[in-house]
C-alpha cells in the first residue's frame, strides 16, 4: 500500500505527456489581437495529452483561413508535421492568403518538439548560432525628414541594434509640388480614398456607402507598380537622395542600413532611384516592385550595385526558385507566416545558399512568430538578420509565458536561442491578450465546433 502511495505521489511531479505516436489533435481555437505591433489570430491547437501548440496566422490575415483547415487535422497527430503540411498546403497561398497553413505549420512543431522534449531548431538539424541578429524597421514620430529618421535610428543603435531599417520612397515627397508626375487628379484621387477609408468610423456612412468606399480603397491601392503611371521627377529623386545622405551623416556608414517601401513605381523609376542611393552604402533594397515579374528583377539588379531584396510574399520553396536562377536577387526576406512555416522557410534558405544568396527574415507579428523565425534562423547558415517590428510596445514580450525564454525576448539586438522544448512558449498570457484585443474581435479560445467537419473532395488529379 505505502509502495503505491508512493508511485502515485512520484507520478504527480513527473511529466505524463510521453506517449507522441499516440498524441492526436483534439481542437483548434483563436485570439485576435491588435498593436503587437498589427492585427493578429493567434492559435491553440490542443491534443489528448494536455499538450497545446501554438502559431498564429500572419499579420493582417484573416483566420478563416486556419479555421477552414481545422476539419481536415482533428484526430491526427501532430508530431507528423511534413505530412500534415501536405495535406493543407493547397489551401495556402501568397502574402496573408499563406498565413493559416503557416499558422498551423508552427503549431505543429511547438507541439511535436514538446511531445520529444527537444527545442524546434533541433528538429531541424541543429544551430549554427546561438543567438539571432535582429534588424530594427524604424518609423519617425511627427514630420519625416532625413534628419529624424537619421537621430531615430541613432537611438536604435544606442539600444543595441547593429542592422537597421527605413522607409523610402514616394510616401516621403507625395505633399511636396513637382516632385511626382501621375495622370492628373490621381494622386488627388488617392489621397482623397485614403483619407476617407482611414476616417469611416467618424462618418455616418449608409452600409452601401461603406461597402462602396471600400472596393474603391481596395481597386485603387491594388494598381501594381506598372499600371499606375507614377514617376518621379528630378526634384523628387533630389530630395529622396538628399534623406538618405541625411540620415548617413548621422548613423554613419558602417551600421547596415536597408530600405523599403519605396512605393507604387515602375521599374525605370526604381533604376533611377537606385542608382541615385547606391553611393550610401545600403544593405538592400527591398520590394520595389511585385516580385512576380522576375525579368523586371533582373533587370533592376543589373542596373545598380545595391544589393536587391523580396520574398515576403512569396508562398512555397518552387515560388522563390525562378527570381533566384535568373539572378534576380541577392538577398530573399521569407516571412515564416507566408513562405509555407518553419520547414518550408529553411527549404528556402538553403535554396538560396546553393545560389550564392543570403536570407534576412521578415516578421511583424506577435512572439509566436518571433521565435518561430528565430529557430528557422538559428538552423539557417545563411541567415543574415530577422526583422524586429516591436520596439517600444512594453507589453509584446508578456504575451507567451515560458520559463527558460529571456525576457525581453530581444536584449541588445539580439535574442538568444534556448534549450526549451518546441518554441519554449508554455502558455499564452490571456490576460494580456484581453487587454489588446480586436474591437471587432472579441472573444478568448471560443469554440471553433462549426469548422469541425468542414471538408470537400480536395483531390487535385483525376
Not at 230 to 246: F, P
Not at 331 to 350: Q, S
Not at 450 to 461: A, G, Q, V
Request: proline share 4%; net charge negative; glycine share 10%.
Amino acid at each position: 500500500m505505502a509502495q503505491e502511495h508512493t508511485y502515485e505521489e512520484t507520478l504527480a511531479h513527473v511529466n505524463t505527456y510521453s506517449s507522441p505516436s499516440e498524441l492526436k489533435i483534439t481542437d483548434i481555437r483563436f485570439a485576435d489581437i491588435v498593436g503587437g505591433p498589427f492585427h493578429s489570430s493567434l492559435i491553440k491547437v490542443y491534443t489528448n495529452q494536455g499538450l497545446v501548440g501554438f502559431g498564429e496566422v500572419r499579420d493582417g490575415a484573416d483566420k478563416v483561413y486556419a479555421q477552414m483547415l481545422k476539419g481536415r487535422l482533428l484526430g491526427e497527430n501532430p508530431c507528423n508535421v511534413d505530412k500534415l503540411f501536405r495535406r493543407i498546403k493547397q489551401f495556402g497561398h501568397h502574402a496573408r492568403q499563406g498565413g493559416g497553413v503557416c499558422g498551423i505549420e508552427l503549431a505543429l512543431w511547438d507541439l511535436a518538439g514538446k511531445a520529444y522534449g527537444v527545442p524546434v531548431y533541433q528538429m531541424l538539424g541543429g544551430k549554427f548560432r546561438d543567438r539571432i541578429r535582429m534588424y530594427c524597421d524604424t518609423d519617425v514620430v511627427g514630420k519625416d525628414t532625413g534628419i529624424a529618421m537619421g537621430k531615430a535610428l541613432k537611438q536604435r543603435m544606442e539600444q543595441g541594434f547593429t542592422f537597421l531599417k527605413m522607409d523610402l520612397g514616394i510616401g516621403q515627397i507625395i505633399h511636396e509640388p513637382g516632385t511626382l508626375s501621375a495622370p492628373l487628379g490621381f494622386l488627388e484621387e488617392m489621397r482623397e480614398v485614403s483619407r476617407a477609408w482611414q476616417g469611416r468610423k467618424n462618418h455616418n456612412y449608409t452600409e452601401e456607402e461603406l461597402r462602396a468606399l471600400r472596393n474603391r480603397h481596395y481597386d485603387i491601392f491594388n494598381i501594381a507598380h506598372p499600371f499606375t503611371g507614377i514617376h518621379i521627377t528630378e526634384k523628387g529623386l533630389d530630395m529622396l537622395e538628399q534623406y538618405v545622405a541625411e540620415v548617413r551623416s548621422i548613423i554613419g556608414y558602417e551600421v547596415p542600413l536597408a530600405i523599403d517601401h519605396f512605393g507604387h513605381i515602375g521599374v525605370e523609376d526604381c533604376i533611377k532611384l537606385g542608382r541615385r542611393v547606391d553611393k550610401y552604402n545600403l544593405a538592400w533594397m527591398e520590394d520595389m516592385i511585385p516580385w512576380q515579374y522576375t525579368d523586371q528583377y533582373v533587370r533592376l539588379a543589373r542596373s545598380v550595385t545595391t544589393p536587391i531584396c523580396t520574398g515576403e510574399d512569396i508562398y512555397l520553396k518552387e515560388n522563390f526558385r525562378p527570381l533566384l536562377e535568373a539572378g534576380g536577387v541577392s538577398v530573399i526576406h521569407p516571412d515564416v507566416l507566408t513562405a509555407g512555416g518553419i520547414l518550408e522557410t529553411k527549404k528556402i534558405g538553403d535554396m538560396a545558399q546553393d545560389y550564392g544568396v543570403s536570407m534576412a527574415i521578415h516578421m511583424a507579428e506577435s512572439p509566436i512568430a518571433c521565435l518561430a523565425a528565430a529557430h528557422v534562423a538559428a538552423a539557417t547558415e545563411n541567415f543574415i538578420a530577422l526583422e524586429y517590428h516591436s520596439v517600444g510596445i512594453d507589453w509584446w514580450d508578456d504575451l507567451v509565458i515560458g520559463s527558460r525564454l529571456p525576457k525581453p525576448l530581444v536584449q541588445n539586438g539580439f535574442l538568444q536561442i534556448v534549450d526549451a522544448p518546441g518554441l519554449g512558449i508554455e502558455e499564452l498570457n490571456d490576460e494580456v491578450i484581453a487587454q489588446h484585443l480586436h474591437p471587432e474581435i472579441p472573444g478568448i479560445w471560443e469554440p471553433t465546433d462549426e469548422w469541425n467537419h468542414y471538408w470537400s473532395s480536395d483531390r487535385l488529379w483525376s
